[in-house]
Structures are given as C-alpha cells and as structure tokens.
C-alpha cells in the first residue's frame, strides 16, 4: 500500500488538520481520513485531543486515510474500500496508538480527533515546528482532552473506581495545598497521621496503575494543563482529571505503602498551573519526564511557562541542534529577563563533550535536586555579557572556598527509615564540632539540621507546613543521635526522608571561612562558591587553565542563600520565610518573630530610589506588587527590584566582581 502524501498546511493561516475516526467493531482495521482546517477564535470546530505515549516505533501498525467516494468508480492509483471510501494510502502508528484508536473509535458514529502522530507530518521539519507552536490552541480549544493510559491491566478497573471515589469526597484548595472533606462524616481524610483503608490489592493496583509510561511522558504536561476539559481513560474505564487531582493529593499527603514510590512525580504535576511558573522552575518539576527527541525539554513547555516569560520569543525550531537550542534558551532569558537561573541546572562531568559550561545540557536529568529555598541575589539582575566565542562575563561575588568534602552516602535508598541512616550521618557529625556557633550567628547543631535538609523543615513556612519535618522534632533526634550509640534513637522518618531526598547527587562540604554546605559530587577542594548576579542558587565554580572559570553546578551554603553576601543579616527578630499568600499562594519573604507580622519586601532595602514607586503602596503586606518608573514608565515585577541593580549594590559598598565563565 502506498504512504500517505500529507497536504500542506498554511502556517499562515494557522492551519492545522483534524482527523475523522471512522466508526467500526474492535477487531476493524482502522480507517481515517485528514482535513486541513483553521482554528479561529470566531469558529472553532467540535474535535477533541488526544494525549498519550507514543510507545516502541517497533512493529508499527497500518491505517488506511481515506476520502468520500459519490461513486463506486475506481479513481485511477488508487482503489475503493468496502466503506464506500477511496483509499489515498497509509500511514504507519506505534502499537499503543493503534490500540487506543481501537478503544477510542465508536460503533455508529465517526470520531473527530486531533493525534500529533497523525495530524502533524512528522517527517516534516518546518511543520514540525509551526504545529508545534499551535498545540497550546489545538489542546485549549478541545472540547475534551482524552488522557490515554493503556489497555485494561493490573486491576487497573479497581484503581481507576477507588480514586474516583475518593476524588469525589474532596474539596480543592491548590494554593494552601490541604485536603478538604466534603462531609464531615469524612473529616477523618484531612488527618495527614491516619493512613487510607485500603488493602494490599488496591494499593498494587494503584501503583500499577500510576507507573504506567504514561505519566512519564514530557509533552503531558501541556496537553493537560492547557484544557478546559480531561478525562484519563484506562481501556473503557475513565476519571476525571480534577477527581483524579484530588485523590492523588490525599494519597500523597497521607502514610502509604513504601512500595508506593511514583509519588514525588505526580506530586509536582497535579499541583502545577499554566502560565504561573518559570521555565527553570518547569525544567526542574520535570526532571523525570521522558521525550524522544532532547529539542523537546524545551519545546514541550514554552506553552505553559510564567506569562511574563512569553516576551522571551523562543519559537520551535527542529533545525537547530539540541546544544545550539539549550545555549539560545540562556541567552535569550538573559537578554529579555536578565535572568541566569537556568546556570543551576549545570551539571559538570569529567567527559564533557560540548562547551560552553554554563550551557546546561536540559536533555539530561539533573543528577540533584534544585535547591528550592535559595534566593542569594534576590531582586537584582544579571549584569552579563556574551563575547560570540562561547565566553560569558558575568558579575558577582566570591563568598567561600571549598576546604573539606564528606563522602559520605546520605542518598542511599535503602538506608531509609533504617538505623543504619543514623550510622551514616552520626559518621558525618563526627567530622565537625557541633558545640559552637555557626557564622550566621546560631548554633552548629541547628546549622547542620537545616543544611542536611536544605532548611526545607516546616518553620521555613508561614504558617508551617504539616507535610515537612518539624524543626525541634529533627533537632531532638540529632542530638540523641550525637549523645548515645549510633542508631539507637527511634528515627524521625519525615526528616530522614527529606534528608535522603536533598542529598541525592551531593556530599556535605566545610569552607576556608567557616560554613557548612552541599555541593554536587562533582565538586573539588579548592573550587569557589560564587554569588552570581541574575542566579538565585550559589553556584560552584572552578579556575580553569584559561584564568576563566568553568560551572560545576548549584550549591547549597547555609546562612548564605537568602542575599547575606549582598545585604548582609536580617535586623534583629526577623527571619526569611515561605509565606502564604492570598494572591500567589507560597512566596518568599519575612517574619517578624514577636509579632507575628509578615511581608513580601524584603526589611533590609530602605527606601525607594527616586521616580520609582509601588503601583499599589495601599496593598497588603503580603501582596506581589509592581514597581514603576515615572520618569521612564519602566515596569518591575516583585522581586526583581530597582534597589537590587548592579549599581545600587555598588553605591551599598557590596565588592562586586566581573568575571569570565567558560
């Protein structure tokens, strides 16, 4: 049979084709037929969207694309089905889609669908990338979005029936991020201490379930987070995206299974919104993702980045190579948000193929988890400059340098909520003298607690978070743990899993001045920790042979991650916390301790330079607001802040460096 020759589209006219599914029995060989048509806002066709894995290219299946016969005449090369339909060639699909379209496709009636697969001509590079740019239209303006898992299997029926169920006895409140029962009578969900009544055979169907490859696959994020309406379907069984959501968050907030171990994926995914993160905060949320092709990583979600970020102006572009792809992305974000956030996701290796080191290869998942709490520069901007020759001048601040490296294994798995934990970190408390005080004027025990769990304990929130490691609780295990034989102390699993969690890819390092930290494990004695304009985490640098220096990836140095090296210590009784927002849910900012009272801005930056003001002086303290020029009618959205330049740091006697990164 021959292959199918796809029409043109007209990227113009922002053209894109719909597929009819052709009614038939299960066992029917699949017939469709492809129709160019344009989607404007004044006219939108009925269709819905598919979203699926593509599955192994292995043994691919035929389908047939067809168009309407008035006659039975045989047109010349080509020939009738027994449909009534002329048959205009085939088109290959992966064995999972063709089974979903054996699923999908109804008895009576034709289906009007939208399949990337088959809608977009994939040997085709320029449209590859125009269609690309049109999925957040196409997905948006569905009027369902069908969430393919895969045929029935592994008690899938059972799962799919149990979180619907459970789904529909909560509330959502997605920026508290709690569990509300609907009923009273069912108060006992929102009680993060008591597990679910659920037995062996519905927990394995659960997990079954969520480690389908589904879950896994990048461009999901899109297809779901874009549309108006979801339905996740498991052969003939479905649920609702929003029951499944909420059924998710109670599993998750919950005790489980330790079998249960796809959780921590799904978490970040049923909480993110369209339009409401950044791309390097997206980048991290899904490091786990699979994509076939690395362009991808980065193509996959310019559709759902911070609305703010649109103005970057990256558009697909299958041409290009991934390198050429990543380092456009950095300097595109620096020129147009004077950003370099995405510097973090640099992750040095001994064969690195490709320079420059300050483009991170995004393909790749991160080999640690980003350090969430850091916010080292604040408001301020980058002051950078690219030479054309793969050389970046960049401006910033040495802050310490590596004296010590603890090898010791805190990320091992199966060390979890076994005493063999305490042995391991009582081995790293060993290495250092906890009677002391720490640089930031607290204690080295404290300091230490903190820095095992990258200060994410449930005091770093405002109010604190039930789902985090209570402060005293963990500083009281340590403590015993320093105080009597390694691993006698009942451990404290909620920290041990946090600590597990943020060691992964890192080893605890001491500096020549005195702090204490976690470096990637690529990391050397003698590398730099650089504060680095326009970056919110420390980065690890080296000197190279060159004189310049080379990124060897995001630190975490306790006492240094929220502005100390710009702006010095917070006044007296205040501390930086996540607090809870009415506008924006969690944000950064600072709790007065006595009082209780908190705000967004931080209490260490004074008055506002001339000509600039607050859109808004009258908000409330907790309120993410704007920052105008009068004279010039520039806008700044909190925290990017005007007293945070390069030069108002100056003018505050901070000694500012330039330097090269290569």
């Known amino acids: 049979m021959s292959r199918y020759q796809y029409q043109p589209l007209d990227p113009e006219a922002k053209a894109i084709r719909l597929m009819r599914l052709f009614p038939g029995s299960f066992k029917d060989d699949i017939c469709v037929s492809l129709d160019n048509t344009v989607l404007l806002a004044e006219k939108i066709p009925k269709y819905e969207a598919l979203s699926y894995a593509w599955g192994s290219r292995e043994d691919p299946v035929d389908i047939s694309v067809t ?24 088109l290959e699909v992966t064995q999972n889609l063709a089974v979903a379209l054996r699923h999908l496709r109804l008895a009576e009636k034709e289906r009007v669908l939208w399949i990337d697969a088959i809608c977009v001509d994939q040997r085709n590079l320029n449209e590859r990338g125009h269609q690309v740019e049109r999925m957040a ?45 609907k009923s009273p009578e069912d108060s006992h969900l929102a009680d993060t201490d008591i597990a679910l009544p659920y037995d062996n055979e519905i927990w394995g169907s659960i997990q079954s379930l969520l480690s389908r490859p589904y879950y896994k696959r990048l461009w999901i994020w899109q297809e779901l987070l874009l549309a108006e309406s979801v339905s996740l379907q498991c052969g003939y069984e479905a649920i609702d995206w929003n029951s499944f959501r909420k059924a ?3 599993i998750f907030m919950k005790p489980k299974p330790s079998y249960l171990t796809v959780m921590d994926h799904l978490f970040n995914f049923i909480y993110v919104e369209a339009g409401v993160y950044s791309l390097d905060a997206l980048l991290n949320y899904t490091s786990a993702c699979e994509f076939s092709d690395p362009r991808d990583r980065i193509y996959a979600l310019l559709n759902i980045v911070h609305k703010e970020e649109s103005a970057v102006g990256l558009k697909p572009d299958y041409r290009q ?73 960049a401006t910033g601040m040495c802050v310490a340098e590596i004296s010590g490296i603890e090898k010791v294994p805190l990320d091992n798995n199966a060390l ?66 320093s105080q009597t034989s390694p691993g006698k102390p009942e451990p404290y699993d909620r920290y041990l899993d946090y600590v597990e969690h943020y060691q992964k890819g890192r080893y605890f390092f001491t500096t020549k001045q005195g702090n204490i930290g976690l470096l990637p494990k690529a990391g050397k004695i003698g590398d730099q920790v650089y504060i680095v304009l326009g970056c919110q985490s420390p980065l690890l640098l080296r000197r190279m ?60 930056l004074g008055e506002l330079p001339s000509c600039w003001r607050l859109t808004d002086p009258d908000a409330p303290a907790d309120w993410v607001n704007w920052f105008v020029n009068d004279k010039t009618a520039e806008q700044l959205l909190w925290p990017v802040d005007p007293r945070m330049t390069a030069d108002a740091l100056r003018a505050r006697g901070v000694p500012l460096q330039k330097f090269l990164l290569e």
């Open 416 to 481: 979890r909520h076994t005493p063999e934990m305490g042995l391991t970190i009582r081995r790293l408390m060993d290495t250092i003298n906890l009677d002391g005080p720490y640089l930031d004027g607290s204690n080295m025990m404290d300091a230490l607690c903190r820095t095992l769990c990258m200060n994410e304990v449930a005091q770093s929130f405002t109010p604190p978070r039930p789902d985090c490691p209570d402060l005293e609780t963990a500083l009281q295990y340590l403590r015993q743990l």
């Open 67 to 90: 168009t309407h016969s008035s006659s039975g005449v045989l047109k010349k090369g080509k020939r009738i089905l027994k449909t009534g339909k002329v048959d205009d060639g085939c």
């Open 248 to 250: 998710i968050h109670c």
């Open 137 to 181: 239209d196409v997905y948006q303006n569905a009027g369902q979005v069908v969430a393919w898992l895969g045929p029935e299997g592994d008690s899938s029926t059972l799962a799919i029936k149990t979180l619907g169920f459970l789904g529909s006895r909560l509330e959502d409140d997605w920026d508290a991020q709690i569990i509300i029962p």
């Open 545 to 604: 042979e060159s004189g310049n220096l080379a990124v060897i990836g995001d630190c975490y140095i306790h006492g240094l991650t929220n502005g100390e090296a710009l702006l010095g210590t917070l006044p007296h009784g205040w501390q930086r916390s996540m607090i809870q927002t009415a506008q924006w849910g969690f944000q950064k900012g600072y709790v007065e301790r006595e009082t209780g009272d908190h705000m967004v801005e931080d209490p260490r």
């Open 321 to 393: 190579t991934p390198h050429r792809v990543f380092q456009n992305v950095v300097l595109r974000y620096l020129s147009h948000t004077g950003e370099l956030d995405l510097l973090a996701s640099c992750d040095w290796t001994t064969d690195l193929v490709e320079k420059p080191s300050w483009v991170p290869d995004l393909s790749k998942a991160r080999t640690s988890y980003p350090i969430r709490s850091a916010s080292c520069c604040l408001g301020s901007r980058a002051e950078a400059e690219y030479d054309g020759n793969g050389v970046l001048q």
